[in-house]
């Protein structure tokens, strides 16, 4: 196994949510040492438990502070100032360690007058700006699915702590790492974080058509979608077949702008005869971004995926589950089994801090 | 000074649009020199979408492009001729990195693959993030971001729950992908730390993507199940919804997780009649509470809301849109907002890094560059050429200082 990216890395988790849990996942899959300090109250659902915790050992929460000084890096999602309160100040232990990387990951971040709020998954997400342009006019602003606030702060926190890690190998020193899932948002608007900062308008949710050529339409057997640049637009009518997009109305990019309600019209009538299997044939043979919605259970039938081999077959106490593996290729990768809650303390105080059970 | 993780890193940077882009955004506030490669012919399309119309340089003049391309410097190459695809790889020995996010076969039809580029650097770097990969089935299909987010399950899970699937208001899957980039690059750079070696890191984004929404493939693959679009409801907290406040779509989200915090909410919003309700009849009634919670919440902005129910101890928070997102004052407290001068356009507040290392302090350092801003000083400086051969190559049009039939964008 030695050539795992992150063999002998140790990696303590505190907090125990999906922001920290996730952030630990690649970690353990990568090879790192990742031991999860267990709460006394389990945070995370029985299917969370099966995607986030593969490959991480268990133990209970005693002690943290020697486990901790015995860490490369920690990962923790409490609220601000959780840590210090179960005597881990992240200044003290920084000062103690300075190699030790530790990634606070919380909602609003360390300080600020929201600091102390109380948060969830909808609640951060709000707050970080995404909502506002997910829906339809008119209609209340939109939660995506799953808990992507929550996601996002721990897809930032893996790669926020291997970076710092990498730094602590090159230059000796680590870090702490303040993550607020606000600010990981707030920072991704596409154009209209950008846009409204500079003219002072707000960007208005475009439920599934942002124009014409960029949106989602209902096709024969479900739901299918394009997206198309202005130097896609050629393909885009070749594709369609339709001698009437070839007026200047819609080649032009400023009066087909003027012209969307029409064009809009047009695309929902093309799309509503062709199966998704044809759409996504027609995207290739033309070279324009064309996609299909499809549910978890048909991406988990993708052959596409198989071949890649990007599920990991882990089993659980109900059965078999398949879960997202390694995220790109290029690395030695272990799947990884699940553990036991505070299945590994002696263990863990074992190989870490030297003791005899 | 403490030093930024990345310091000493360079990276050539051939990514376009938005994905690589964010990624290499974040690698230079960590530190890492970013060379931003454009061809004359085909640059990235970000400059020309949100430029004002008329400005006289107008893809020097977007805020969207100079958001995202901020502390990197432009160098252009046409890569499709041998002599830009020569002074491409002479510059490769000098980087650690080289990034793209091109269609899956562009890159090795301009002869520019893995093994022509560890031919002039052995432990180089190189990584790829077409839409679906390098390899399998569907490598061809091309995506941007909404087509990687159908693609790999998230949009069927979104919804207000009449069966329309929803895109996420951002093509969410460029920066998923752009921020696991920066996780690949950096396990790279420890791998390549402790075995002298450099690696291919072939990124799908459609996996990024997926990678978040891990719990609707377990219950998939255990229960045959397929997720429910539940609009802005959880199957546990109740009630949880977005609700109308006073003023002009102004929303506010409320999510209640407990006994206590719902008879704190019930009680503060006058709802005392239902203050005693156990989670499951909460679930029950929600389009009642949720009725009365909307009566109090139309008579309060949403900033208000908020700020009196976490007063109160419930979680809720205000649905800042792209605007008044930047005027919030928790970000405002933290100093989130930057304002960095760029010499084309006026000043407009731009996010500093959301990671903070609280002690290198990563701070924004220069404007994004202008097109071919830094031709001379690569050309000459890094790679020794002459200012003949530089001129020799903005004769042929390999290099450029503005692009070539840029109304195409």
């Known amino acids: ?357 | 000074m403490k030093r930024l993780p990345l310091e000493g890193i360079r990276i050539a940077d051939l990514s376009m649009m938005w994905a690589g882009p964010y990624a290499t955004r974040i690698l230079a506030e960590m530190g890492a020199e970013v060379l931003k490669i454009e061809s004359p012919t085909a640059w990235d399309n970000v400059r020309t979408l949100g430029a004002l119309p008329d400005e006289d340089e107008p893809w020097n003049a977007s805020a969207y492009f100079n958001d995202y391309n901020r502390d990197k410097k432009s160098l252009t190459i046409d890569l499709s001729g041998d002599l830009g695809r020569e002074l491409f790889l002479d510059l490769v020995p000098h980087c650690d990195v080289v990034i793209e996010n091109y269609r899956a076969d562009v890159l090795d039809n301009l002869g520019l693959g893995y093994e022509v580029l560890r031919e002039r650097r052995a432990d180089i770097i190189l990584v790829s993030m077409a839409g679906f990969g390098k390899t399998g089935s569907e490598r061809n299909h091309v995506g941007y971001g909404p087509i990687i987010e159908q693609m790999s399950g998230l949009t069927s899970m979104t919804g207000y729950g009449d069966g329309v699937p929803m895109k996420t208001g951002i093509s969410y899957g460029d920066p998923v992908a752009g921020v696991a980039a920066t996780g690949a690059i950096a396990l790279a750079l420890i791998q390549r730390q402790r075995t002298g070696e450099g690696t291919f890191v072939d990124l799908a984004q459609r996996e990024t993507m997926a990678s978040l929404i891990g719990e609707a493939f377990v219950a998939a693959s255990l229960r045959g199940e397929d997720p429910v679009q539940r609009g802005n409801r959880h199957p546990a907290f109740a009630p949880q919804g977005v609700y109308r406040c006073r003023g002009d779509d102004d929303w506010v989200a409320i999510s209640v997780r407990s006994d206590a915090e719902w008879r704190s909410l019930a009680h503060h919003i006058g709802a005392d009649h239902v203050s005693e309700l156990a989670g499951g009849e909460r679930r029950e009634r929600h389009d009642e509470i949720d009725a009365l919670i909307e009566d109090w919440t139309r008579t309060r902005s949403p900033q208000t809301a908020m700020e009196e129910l976490q007063e109160r101890g419930v979680p809720a928070g205000r649905v800042l849109d792209s605007d008044a997102i930047h005027r919030d004052r928790q970000l405002e407290a933290r100093g989130y907002w930057v304002e960095l001068p760029h010499p084309k356009q006026d000043v407009w507040k731009q996010p500093s890094s959301a990671w903070r290392l609280l002690e290198a302090n990563p701070q924004l350092r220069e404007h994004a560059p202008l097109f071919g801003q830094h031709n001379r000083e690569i050309i000459t400086g890094l790679l020794g050429r002459s200012e003949a051969e530089l001129q020799a190559l903005a004769d042929a049009g390999v290099i450029g200082d503005a692009p070539i039939n840029p109304s195409a964008g």
Not at chain 1, 49 to 74: F, M, S
Not at chain 1, 269 to 278: I, L, Q
């Open chain 1, 1 to 357: 196994m030695s050539d795992l990216p992150l063999t002998g890395v140790r990696v303590l988790e505190i907090g125990g949510g999906i922001s920290a849990a996730f952030a630990t996942r690649w970690m353990a899959g990568f090879g790192a040492d990742v031991v999860r300090v267990d709460a006394a109250a389990e945070a995370l659902g029985d299917d969370q438990v099966a995607c986030l915790l593969p490959g991480k050992r268990r133990v209970a929460a005693n002690g943290l502070h020697e486990l901790a000084l015995a860490a490369d890096i920690v990962v923790e999602d409490g609220k601000p100032g959780s840590l210090a309160a179960r005597g881990l100040n992240p200044e003290t232990l920084r000062r103690e360690r300075p190699r030790l990387v530790i990634t606070s990951i919380s909602s609003f971040g360390k300080d600020g007058p929201y600091a102390g709020y109380e948060s969830t998954n909808l609640v951060a997400h709000a707050l970080g700006g995404i909502l506002s342009l997910t829906g339809s006019p008119g209609r209340p602003p939109l939660c995506n699915g799953g808990s992507q606030a929550e996601y996002l702060g721990g897809l930032n926190g893996f790669s926020a702590s291997v970076t710092a890690y990498f730094g602590a190998l090159v230059h000796g020193e680590g870090d702490w790492i303040d993550i607020s899932l606000q600010e990981c948002a707030a920072g991704m608007l596409e154009l209209h974080g950008p846009m409204s900062a500079a003219t002072g308008e707000r960007s208005e949710r475009r439920a599934n058509q942002t124009s014409a050529v960029w949106g989602i339409y209902p096709c024969a057997d479900g739901f299918g979608g394009v997206c198309a640049l202005a130097r896609q637009i050629p393909a885009l009518f070749a594709m369609v077949g339709d001698p009437d997009l070839e007026d200047e109305r819609f080649t032009d990019p400023h009066k087909r702008l003027e012209h969307n309600d029409e064009l809009e019209a047009r695309m929902w009538v093309w799309f509503s005869d062709k199966t998704r299997a044809e759409l996504l044939q027609l995207g290739v043979e033309h070279k324009v971004p064309t996609g299909v919605v499809y549910t978890p259970k048909e991406v988990l039938g993708s052959s596409s995926l198989q071949e890649r081999g990007f599920f990991d077959a882990i089993d659980t106490p109900t059965g078999r589950a398949q879960v997202p593996g390694r995220p790109f290729l290029g690395f030695a990768w272990r799947k990884g089994a699940l553990h036991a809650a505070c299945a590994d303390t002696e263990a863990v105080r074992r190989d870490w801090l030297g003791e005899n059970a």
